[in-house]
Every structure is written in structure tokens, then in C-alpha cells.
């Protein structure tokens, strides 16, 4: 709605408290399994810290009980008790000893143990950046995948083996990290969700009262006034004496009469307004296209395109190594050519890769094209490492395998790249090749251009993780075992765009994979330039 801007800053400022906005972070579902064994172990000591205090309230109550006895006897006849020697003795002993050692036991700290250990333990433990990461994957996955909220809460996931849902409180806390992102329409979604489960009766410490506030900020956020002065009655009948509430319910109020004094104009300027919203959160439709091919919508091979696709056996042009026992590959794709290998990574190496990458897995990290500096970008959200051949035979072996099938020099390709996509880590849209506009993209390589990309499908998926190439339509399927190769250049050396491809958020399960780029340098013979330029 076409609100007076300045007013509204002035007016709004006791609205809400305003909340700086995070970064985006993700954990890898390696170092995610290490804090399921840090949790597992916490409550092993918790339990260990239960039953000592159990066995000392145990010794307090034997010794309670005992004591009752024996004054409900004595106090009868108090005389008399004290007339044998032996009860004077003892009720001395008592009161100057043994109540003494109760007094010590009763304040003997049995929590030292695991205080201890959750000291030790804390400084794995995930803080809030990475609780506002794991939040802003639920809502990417939510987007991605067209899940609506109560699927979500309801934990109603294809593939999953644990089934989990979201308690009142759950949403509301992703509603609170939905606003503190300025992100009001999740936060809308996912405080209505958090009221609706309190309605259906869920008993939860979620208040509503704090629920609506939030929820009808939101909602007029995004220009529903009626929506929001309907919520804010609702909030006073709660609570008649909410400060907050009862100072934006004039101000709607206001803000109503102002605007049905408003002339047509203001009506067609409103309407504009709403349009150009759309708009803009109709931002790009090539992320419409990547989010359609990562639900496997949109795909844009026709039936007689599909039948040039073959599979065979391929012993890498007569390579040696390959001519008595050829390797299984299919077509995947025609332009660009994308071919898939199977059975081409065996287990036992995959663990090997997995194992040398974990304890160097950091974010992953993009090449700057102006500066050709490695640094993080929202837009790849995972954990990756990199392996050198001289450290293992088995990266060796794997290199070697990659330079007889595809024919390329890998002497002068990266270093095999080990990535790890937990739940909503994903890579958007981009081109693995540098273009025309970055000519400084791998200069300090000193290779060339990335020719070609091999990447290893390290395990299966659940659900989600597909590499989609939005520009042509095609989603690649991750299948534990196999690796999927294409050019990035033409042999001109021109860069084909069509390639551009993303890698979808994981939706259930994690991702395992592994890349090798390999590099202009060292094809000059193994891949000849032709003088047409996209050829």
C-alpha cells in the first residue's frame, strides 16, 4: 500500500525492535554427525549427574525415614526415651556429628561431572549464526521444492527415514529468524503456522500474544493493513493492555481513514506499487527455470531428441587400460554433450576420498573475476576440501582415470575438489569457465581457461541435489558410483554458455561429491582448436 515512507519510519519505531540481519552460514552433515555423538554423549553424563544426585537423595531419604521413627518414639515419652543411657548418648552423637556429615552431604555438589564436561564440550556446540543457517536451509528448501508449512512441520519429506516434525514453538522461532532477515513473507508463513498449531490445541510455551505481534508486523510489512489491524484486535483481546499493540491500532487506524479519504489517483498508484512487488519477487526467471528442473519440472528433452541418447561401452578411444575391460557410459544430455560413467569410483575409494577430505573440510569458495581470489559467496552453501595426488594413491589412481577416459591432460587441472551439501546446501546458477569480462579469473594458475568439469557422484540422495542446467532444461540425477563429464569450452577455446549449470538443495539426506577441473594447458594436441567459433 502507498504509505507516507517518512511517516512510516517515524510511526513504526515502536512497532518492533529491529534486528540485524545474519549471515548465511552452513555445517556440513560430516561435522553435523559430530555434533549428534557431542549430544549423545552430554546425555550419557546427564544421566551419570541423575544418578548421583538419585543415590544422595536416596542416603537423605533412608536417613529421613529412620529419624522420623525415631522421634515419633521418643517425643511420645520423652523422659523415659532419655532415661536409658544409650538414647543420651546417641542424640549427642547425632546432633554434633551425624547431622553435621547431612548438613555436608545435603551440600555436596553432584554436578561437578558434567558441568565439567559440558565446559569441554561447548566450544563445538553450534552458535547463532549457525542456528540462523540451519533456518534460512528450511526456507530455501521451502521455496525450492513448493512445500507448504504444515508439510514441513508435519515432517512429511519424500525419502526421509527419521520422521520429525515442528513443534508450535519451532515455528516460531523459524519466524522469528525469518524477521530478523527482514524476511516478513517466511515470517508470516511460519508465525501463522505456529498460531495454527496452538489452535488445533498443541500444548507449547509459545505465546500467541507474542506470536501476533510479530505475525501482524509482518503482514503489514507487506501492505495488508486490514490483515494486520485484524490480528492486532485479536492481540488486545488477549492482552487489553498491550502497549505496543494499542499504539498500532491507532495507528492503522489512521492510516485507513487517511486512505479512504484518498482520491482514484492514490488507488492506481497503490495498484502500481503492488504490481512492481511482484515483480520484483518474481526476480529472475532463470532461478523459476532452476527451481523447476530441481523438482524435475521443465525439462526440455523431446521424445525424438531422447532417442539420439545411447549408452555403450567405452574404452576411453583404445586406451590400454581400457581395451579388455571398457567402462559402462550413457548419454545424458546432447547440447551440451553431458555424459555419465557408471560404476566408475568403487566404495572403498569413495570412503578414502571422504576420510582424507573431513578434516579439511571449510566453506566452499568461489573464484573472485576481477581478482581471481578464492572467497566465500551466499550463493554455494557447502564444505569442501581439496586432495592433491602425491597425498594418496588413490587420488593418483582417480586422476589417472579421469586423464585415460576423457583424453585431457590432468597435470595441469586443479586439485580433486571434495564437497559435502548437507540438508539445503546447494551452489546456484554459474559457469564453471571464466568469461570474455574476466580475463584474470585463473591467471594466477597459469593454465588457461577450465576446459572441461568431471564431477563423482559420492552418494545417493533422498531427495533433491540435482545438477540442473537451466538454459537447456536438463537435470542430472545424483547415483552413488558414477561421474558426469562435459566441455566448458568450445574447441574454438570460446566459452559455451550453455553449460551454465547449479546445484540443487539437498531436500532429505546429504550429498557427496567430487570435481576436477581440468584446464586449457596441455590439450593443445589432445583437443586441436577448430576455426568455427562455436564448434
Same mark, same amino acid.
Given at each position: ?32 554427525? +559430530?555434533?549428534?555423538? $557431542? *549430544? ?5 553424563? %546427564? /544421566?551419570?549427574?541423575?544418578?548421583? @544426585?538419585? =543415590? ?126 527482514? +524476511?516478513?513473507?517466511? $515470517? *508470516? ?5 505456529? %498460531? /495454527?498449531?496452538?489452535?488445533?490445541? @498443541?500444548? =507449547? ?145 569413495? @570412503? ?184
Amino acid at each position: 500500500m502507498a504509505f507516507n515512507k517518512v511517516w512510516c519510519a517515524l510511526a513504526l519505531g515502536f512497532l518492533l525492535p529491529f534486528s540485524c540481519a545474519h549471515t548465511d552460514f552452513f555445517t556440513s552433515i560430516g561435522h553435523m554427525t +559430530d555434533l549428534i555423538n $557431542t *549430544e549423545k554423549d552430554l546425555v550419557v553424563s %546427564l /544421566k551419570d549427574y541423575i544418578k548421583a @544426585e538419585e =543415590s544422595k537423595l536416596e542416603q537423605i531419604k533412608k536417613w529421613a525415614e529412620k529419624l522420623d521413627q525415631l522421634t515419633a518414639t521418643a517425643t511420645k515419652d520423652p523422659e523415659g526415651f532419655l532415661g536409658h543411657p544409650v538414647n543420651a548418648f546417641k542424640l549427642m552423637k547425632r546432633l554434633n556429628t551425624e547431622w553435621g556429615e547431612l548438613e555436608s552431604l545435603v551440600l555436596k555438589d553432584m554436578s561437578d561431572g558434567f558441568i565439567s564436561n559440558m565446559t569441554i564440550q561447548r566450544q563445538f556446540f553450534p552458535n547463532d549464526e549457525d542456528q540462523t543457517g540451519a533456518a534460512k536451509a528450511l526456507l530455501r528448501l521451502q521455496d525450492t521444492y513448493n512445500l507448504d508449512t504444515d508439510t514441513l512441520s508435519r515432517g512429511n519429506l519424500p525419502g526421509v527415514k527419521h520422521k520429525s516434525f515442528l513443534t508450535a514453538e519451532d515455528c516460531f522461532e523459524l519466524g522469528k529468524i525469518a524477521y530478523t532477515e527482514a +524476511d516478513y513473507y517466511h $515470517t *508470516e508463513l511460519w508465525m501463522e503456522q505456529a %498460531l /495454527k498449531q496452538l489452535d488445533e490445541g @498443541e500444548v =507449547s510455551s509459545a505465546d500467541k500474544v507474542y506470536i501476533l505481534d510479530y505475525l501482524s508486523y509482518a503482514v503489514y510489512q507487506q501492505g495488508d493493513l486490514g490483515k494486520a489491524m485484524a490480528l492486532t484486535k485479536r492481540l488486545l483481546e488477549l492482552d487489553p493492555e498491550h502497549q505496543r499493540a494499542n499504539g498500532n491500532m491507532k495507528y492503522f487506524e489512521y492510516i485507513m481513514a487517511k486512505e479512504k479519504e484518498g482520491n482514484k489517483s492514490s488507488t492506481d498508484s497503490e495498484e502500481q506499487e503492488k504490481e512492481t512487488e511482484v515483480k520484483k519477487k518474481d526476480y529472475l526467471p532463470e532461478r523459476r527455470k532452476y527451481e523447476m528442473l530441481c523438482r524435475g519440472e521443465g525439462l526440455k528433452m523431446t521424445p525424438r531428441r531422447q532417442k539420439r541418447l545411447f549408452c555403450r561401452y567405452y574404452d576411453g578411444n583404445r586406451n590400454p587400460r581400457y581395451i579388455l575391460g571398457p567402462v559402462k557410459q550413457e548419454d545424458e544430455w546432447d547440447k551440451p554433450r553431458i555424459v555419465r560413467f557408471l560404476d566408475i569410483i568403487s566404495d572403498e575409494e569413495i @570412503e578414502t576420498v571422504k576420510e582424507l577430505a573431513k578434516p579439511r573440510l571449510r566453506r566452499a569458495t568461489i573464484s573472485n573475476p576481477i581478482t581471481g581470489a578464492l572467497e566465500t559467496a551466499h550463493y554455494r552453501i557447502s564444505k569442501s576440501a581439496w586432495l592433491s595426488g602425491y597425498e594418496s594413491p588413490v587420488v593418483s589412481r582417480i586422476n589417472t582415470r579421469i586423464q585415460d577416459l576423457t583424453g585431457l591432460d590432468v597435470s595441469t587441472a586443479e586439485e580433486l575438489q571434495v564437497a559435502n551439501y548437507g540438508v539445503g546446501g546447494q551452489y546456484e546458477p554459474h559457469f564453471d569457465f571464466a568469461r570474455a569480462n574476466e580475463p584474470d579469473a585463473f591467471k594466477e594458475l597459469g593454465t588457461g581457461n577450465r576446459i572441461a568439469t568431471w564431477l563423482f557422484y559420492m552418494s545417493d540422495v533422498s531427495a533433491g541435489g540435482a545438477t540442473v542446467f537451466p538454459e537447456v532444461g536438463a537435470s542430472v540425477w545424483p547415483r552413488k558410483g558414477t561421474a558426469v563429464f562435459w566441455y566448458n569450452l568450445f574447441p574454438s577455446g570460446e566459452g559455451d554458455y550453455s553449460t551454465r549449470h547449479a546445484a540443487c538443495p539437498v531436500l532429505v539426506g546429504n550429498k557427496w561429491v567430487s570435481n576436477k577441473w581440468l584446464h586449457e594447458r596441455g590439450q593443445e594436441f589432445r583437443r586441436p582448436c577448430t576455426l568455427s567459433e562455436l564448434e
